[in-house]
């Protein structure tokens, strides 16, 4: 997924704010479901963040484009971790390992198949 920065997403220097890192990679995750035609949340349950770990490499700026690739790291019954890369051209910028966790009413509940379809699209790095 591809996403240029903005006047919004920057402080007064023009370097970008360092937690929309974390919203990029929540919209390239979000984006998998909306072409699909379905939402990151359902009836059935949603993803929760259990665990974060994040790499600040290199800063972006005003007017990048930016592209964010998601790779799936493990697949269990109720969680799956992802690594998640911010990317300018062929620079580094932002790095993270994210563990979510499927919840139903608060608990957790193995993910729906249709589901684990949508995040396997994330297996080849995409």
Not at 23 to 41: D, L, M, N
């Amino acid at each position: 997924m591809k996403i240029r920065v903005y006047y919004e997403d920057t402080d007064a220097a023009g370097i970008v704010y360092y937690a929309n890192y974390l919203k990029y990679c929540e919209r390239a995750r979000s984006e998998v479901f909306f072409e699909a035609g379905e939402t990151p949340q359902s009836a059935s349950g949603y993803f929760v963040v259990k665990e974060l770990e994040a790499k600040y490499l290199s800063p972006a700026s005003l007017g990048d484009i930016l592209t964010i690739e998601t790779e799936l790291l493990e697949k269990r019954s109720a969680s799956i971790v992802l690594l998640q890369r911010v990317k300018k051209e062929a620079s580094l910028l932002f790095e993270m390992k994210i563990k979510l966790a499927y919840l139903h009413q608060g608990r957790p509940v193995k993910i729906p198949e249709k589901i684990y379809r949508l995040v396997s699209a994330w297996e080849s790095g995409e």
